[in-house]
């Protein structure tokens, strides 16, 4: 069974970057695709973007153009490079794989 966890939220500035990471635990990363959810504080959860083993990156329009997934299947890692940032990107982002889900981490993202 596949166990997640993620690191790199912090706070940061509006225009900011950061890079989330997701480490993987067992030897359903490689063949699985990576998801990426986020949680706003008073919202719903929501869909970032996906990852697959084969390479095929797919990106929400909210973060489309400022986001980019990526995985690195020696490490058994998948990343979240998050460029341009903006206050309504503040939430607690999940790394999901076989519908496991990570236990998340905040980026809170300031005016």
């Known amino acids: 069974q596949v166990q997640l966890v993620e690191s790199g939220g912090c706070l940061v500035q509006a225009g900011g970057s950061l890079r989330l990471s997701c480490a993987a635990s067992g030897n359903a990363f490689r063949s699985n695709a990576m998801y990426w959810h986020r949680q706003a504080p008073g919202k719903q959860r929501e869909w970032v973007a996906v990852?697959?083993?084969?390479?095929?990156?797919v990106y929400a329009d909210s973060v489309k153009g400022r986001f980019t997934v990526s995985r690195d299947n020696a490490k058994n890692t998948a990343y979240l490079q998050m460029d341009s940032l903006k206050p309504e990107d503040t939430a607690v982002y999940y790394c999901?794989?076989?519908?496991?889900w990570g236990q998340g981490t905040q980026v809170t993202v300031t005016s």
């Open positions: 999901v794989c076989r519908s496991k």
């Open positions: 990852s697959t083993p084969g390479g095929i990156s």
